[in-house]
């Protein structure tokens, strides 16, 4: 079974920037669609960045379209959250998420491995 481990969460000034790294161990990640996804205080965990398993492909919501960029590097069995202009209303735990497919695109009810989170603060 696959372990994920996010790092690089912080408290940034409105504006800024973070990246976050989501590594992977246990077993490869090359062969899955990996995501990002947070979830604030009282709302529900949305997926903000997806990536297929060759990398070829992303998705990201229109939140923040733009603003994050998804990358991984199979060799090295990461995944990265580049996180650029970010808001007040960014601020939530992001977690790192695993699907077991190399379909695209897919339904995010497909991932099924999880890391146990990084919070991410912004100030306005």
């Known amino acids: 079974q696959v372990q994920l481990v996010e790092s690089g969460g912080g408290l940034v000034q409105a504006g800024g920037s973070l990246r976050l790294s989501c590594a992977a161990s246990g077993r490869t990640v090359s062969r899955s669609v990996m995501g990002w996804f947070r979830q604030a205080p009282g709302k529900e965990r949305a997926l903000v960045a997806s990536i297929s398993y060759s990398g070829s492909s992303t998705f990201y919501p229109d939140s923040v379209k733009g603003r994050f960029t998804i990358s991984r590097d199979n060799a090295k069995n990461t995944v990265f959250l580049q996180m650029n202009s970010l808001k007040p209303e960014d601020t939530a735990v992001y977690y790192c998420?695993?699907?077991?497919?190399?379909?695209?695109?897919?339904?995010?009810?497909?991932?099924?491995?999880w890391g146990q989170g990084t919070q991410v603060t912004v100030s306005s």
């Open positions: 998420a695993a699907a077991p497919t190399t379909g695209w695109p897919i339904d995010v009810r497909l991932f099924r491995a």
